[in-house]
């Protein structure tokens, strides 16, 4: 049984720094292209970045570029996401994600869609105050 489990949200004040972690466990962490994605009320999901299996290839939406750097450790099976110069509109609930197939290729050059992602952890809010 797969299981994802993020951590590291929580109230910073702009200009602050996170990091968020995420732990999956049940299959072969190296596999899979893995995804962060946020959702703030009222908006849609919003992919804000990938990264291939070896973490050699990334990709990160506009609005965070320069700002946040994903990671992954595949020794430990998990994924981060550095947060630097937070911004109150970088507020939401921040998802990890497991891409839908084993082994695939990742150019870095989009984020795949939240449909291709198959296994999701339960979130982790990240609140910026001005």
């Known amino acids: 049984q797969v299981q994802v489990v993020e951590s590291g949200g929580g109230l910073v004040q702009a200009g602050g720094s996170l990091t968020l972690s995420c732990t999956p466990s049940?299959?072969?962490?190296?596999?899979?292209?893995m995804g962060w994605f946020r959702q703030a009320p009222g908006k849609e999901r919003e992919g804000v970045s990938c990264?291939?299996?070896?973490?050699?290839?990334?990709y990160y939406t506009v609005s965070v570029r320069g700002r946040f750097t994903a990671s992954r450790d595949n020794a430990k099976n998990t994924l981060y996401l550095q947060m630097n110069s937070l911004k109150p509109e970088d507020t939401a609930m921040y998802y990890c994600?497991?891409?839908?197939?084993?082994?695939?290729?990742?150019?870095?050059?989009?984020?795949?869609?939240?449909?291709?992602?198959?296994?999701w952890g339960q979130g982790t809010q990240v609140t910026v105050s001005s």
């Open positions: 994600a497991i891409h839908n197939m084993a082994r695939a290729y990742y150019s870095g050059r989009y984020c795949p869609a939240p449909k291709d992602f198959r296994y």
């Open positions: 049940g299959l072969t962490f190296d596999d899979y292209i």
């Open positions: 990264i291939s299996r070896g973490g050699e290839s990334t």
